[in-house]
């Protein structure tokens, strides 16, 4: 089974841009092994909270301007 596994800041992403991920994500990994693969293809993003992640000593703080807004 093909498993896709993306963190992401949480707030990053709206429920539509999750949704679309899942399906590109899915669709490429059909491109590599066939259609058989769909059913069986899992995809996880996981949202990781501000401050639960840095590079090189700095803890990383979502700005507001890339906070996904609200799908609706």
């Known amino acids: 089974m093909p498993f896709v596994n993306i963190k992401t800041p949480e707030g990053a ?3 539509s841009q999750k ?3 899942v399906h590109r994500a899915t ?3 059909v491109e590599y ?3 058989a693969a769909r059913p069986h293809t899992m995809v ?3 949202e990781v909270k501000d401050g639960g992640y840095g590079r090189a000593d ?5 700005p507001d301007a890339y906070r ?3 799908d609706g």
């Not at 700095?58 to 979502?62: N, P």
């Open 58 to 62: 700095e803890i990383f703080i979502l």
């Open 33 to 35: 092994f066939s259609e």
């Open 13 to 15: 992403l709206s429920r």
């Open 68 to 70: 996904a807004k609200e």
């Open 27 to 29: 669709d490429m990994l």
């Open 19 to 21: 949704e679309e991920i």
């Open 44 to 46: 996880l993003i996981e």
